[in-house]
């Protein structure tokens, strides 16, 4: 059975810094592997979505990595604002491409 | 505009009475999916389609019933609704090209059975 562990589960930081992400999943055999941001209160956003043959993706200050072999992806933003401040999840489809698994999240505070 | 509706987005009932959570989609996809969302537990899927007609158990399916009648629809129905179905849930719809399978969601429906 997949599972997906998100660390850290929370993470604070001042306004400008560099920061990253982490996604493990314990099935390498995946299709695809999906970032989303979470407001509070909110639906899910979708920011990055990498196939199993790409290692990264990049949209803006956002940028996915993807190694299948060792079970990690990895999102990385560059330069923080405070608007980035949300939970944000990952998403792994395996098993076929309907059997989707999520990991907790990470809440992000991005300080002014 | 393309989106994912959900309805409604908040309901309070109590045990036992059996209530329906509309989800409409307008962006023709094939595949649809319902997710409960819990603190501590992040979103285990409930139940997901892949064509009209055409439905399959996620991780959580006890004590939820789908039917997918018309491409665009997927109601999630509770018949007897219990305490433990206290949850926020979302529906979401997939374009599928080939094995990727790219999700979006709907908004949410916060529902309390009290």
């Known amino acids: 059975k997949q599972e997906v562990t998100q660390i850290p589960a929370a993470l604070s930081v001042p306004e400008g810094e560099n920061l990253v992400l982490n996604c493990s999943f314990t099935d390498s055999a995946i299709y695809n592997l999906q970032w989303f941001r979470q407001d509070p209160g909110k639906g899910l956003t979708s920011l990055l979505l990498?196939?199993?043959?790409?290692r990264e993706q990049t949209s803006g200050r956002l940028n996915a990595s993807l190694d299948k072999s060792s079970g990690r992806s990895t999102l990385y933003i560059a330069a923080s604002q405070p608007g980035d401040s949300a939970t944000y999840l990952c998403?792994?489809?395996?098993?076929?491409?309907?059997?989707?698994?999520f990991g907790i999240g990470t809440k992000l505070q991005v300080i002014p | 505009e393309a989106q994912v509706t959900q309805n409604p987005r908040y309901l309070i009932t109590v045990t036992g009475k059996k209530l329906t959570v509309t989800c409409s989609q307008n962006m023709n996809h094939e595949y649809m999916s319902w997710y409960r969302q819990d603190p501590g537990l992040g979103l285990r899927q409930i139940y997901y389609?892949?064509?009209?007609?055409?439905?399959d158990k996620g991780d959580v399916p006890e004590g939820y019933k789908v039917s997918r009648k018309e491409k665009r629809n997927f109601p999630l129905i509770l018949e007897s609704p219990s305490p433990n179905q206290t949850s926020l849930y979302f529906c979401?719809?997939?374009?599928?090209?080939?094995?990727?399978?790219?999700?979006?969601f709907g908004p949410g429906t916060r529902l309390t059975v009290l």
């Open positions: 990498i196939q199993s043959s790409q």
């Open positions: 389609s892949m064509n009209v007609e055409v439905t």
């Open positions: 979401a719809s997939s374009l599928v090209r080939g094995w990727v399978n790219e999700q979006f």
């Open positions: 998403a792994v489809i395996s098993g076929g491409y309907q059997k989707v698994t």
